[in-house]
């Protein structure tokens, strides 16, 4: 049987919606594919089906029961049905809605994975919390890819620029930990501050940017931000360092070769990365070494490869092929 995949997943523009739209460009010409995307509560699933999960895609509050329910309603009629978790559940304080309603997030992802033939998320502490619920069904522990380009070699001759890219609200967060202390350390080690993406409404931070002569491109197309990334030095970017294997903007940095500064309050080891050695736990402010800081980078590059685009594809057909039909 051809793989004639639905993946389904939410239209709201994002990194998830990125990461389907890279996957599907980048599948062999000699596979068929047909897109489901969710615009109302009506969808049919057939066939074989990737499900592309994350609560808050499908429900504002992020327990999207309907959609659980229209799985199991679906489910007699859908041959191989594959879940790809990139969010679980959420978590937060009391007064917030995370607090209250992750018990349903954590009932809709359990349920999700206990009736799928297969299912992919992008971290390992993700994948054991499934585990207690999926048995021994075939399953892959995946990183994201990079949704602005490759490098198919790491290339160790790097021009003297820091990048920091993605989101406004993420470059926002990031200039805001990194504070002064960045342009400093640019300034005493002549590294120039590129900063790349949506224009920043946020007046202290545009400020600071124009203060410190950060070079602004705004948004660029996927290829421009991938030969900016692609002979840059530095990437920075604050994310917490046990949920950075979700994270597009560090993929991409890693996909480029660069040393990625990941500023965090905590540096334990996840996901095959460790502080050191793949990245560079927090503002450096000593002086540049420029050897070790290229091993990072090509350490960086090496710890990518497994999980990049091709791999992606490769592993959906893969469980695809090793799921039987008759279930």
Not at 189 to 201: M, T
Request: charged share 15%; aromatic share 12%.
């Amino acid at each position: 049987m051809s793989n004639y995949v639905f993946h389904l997943y939410s239209p709201v523009r994002g990194g998830i919606t990125d990461y389907v739209d890279m996957l599907l460009e980048n599948y062999s010409k000699s596979e068929k594919i047909s897109i489901e995307r969710q615009t109302d509560h009506q969808i049919f699933l057939q066939e074989q089906c990737l499900l592309h999960y994350s609560g808050y895609g499908y429900a504002n509050r992020g327990a999207p029961l309907w959609l659980l329910n229209k799985v199991l309603t679906d489910r007699p009629r859908i041959k191989k049905l594959g879940i790809f978790f990139h969010e679980i559940y959420a978590f937060g304080p009391p007064w917030s809605s995370a607090f209250w309603l992750s018990p349903v997030q954590r009932h809709i992802a359990r349920r999700l994975v206990e009736i799928s033939d297969f299912w992919i998320t992008n971290r390992e502490s993700s994948a054991q919390w499934l585990r207690q619920f999926a048995g021994d069904k075939p399953h892959a522990v995946l990183p994201v890819f990079s949704n602005v380009g490759e490098m198919s070699a790491y290339a160790p001759q790097r021009a003297p620029k820091i990048i920091i890219f993605g989101s406004a609200a993420l470059r926002v967060t990031t200039y805001r930990v990194a504070g002064t202390a960045l342009f400093s350390w640019a300034s005493q080690q002549g590294l120039e501050v590129h900063d790349i993406g949506p224009v920043i409404n946020n007046p202290e931070i545009s400020t600071m940017l124009q203060n410190f002569g950060v070079v602004q491109h705004g948004r660029l197309g996927l290829q421009e931000v991938s030969h900016q990334l692609a002979d840059a030095s530095f990437g920075v970017v604050a994310y917490p360092a046990n949920y950075v294997a979700k994270s597009g903007v560090f993929a991409a940095y890693c996909a480029h070769g660069i040393c990625p500064i990941l500023i965090s309050k905590h540096y334990a080891p996840s996901d095959g990365l460790l502080s050191g050695v793949n990245y560079v736990a927090g503002l450096p402010l000593a002086e540049t070494k420029n050897a070790s800081y290229q091993n990072i980078g090509s350490a960086a590059w090496t710890w990518y490869q497994p999980h990049r685009i091709m791999a992606h594809v490769n592993t959906i057909n893969y469980l695809l092929n090793k799921v039987s039909t008759a279930c």
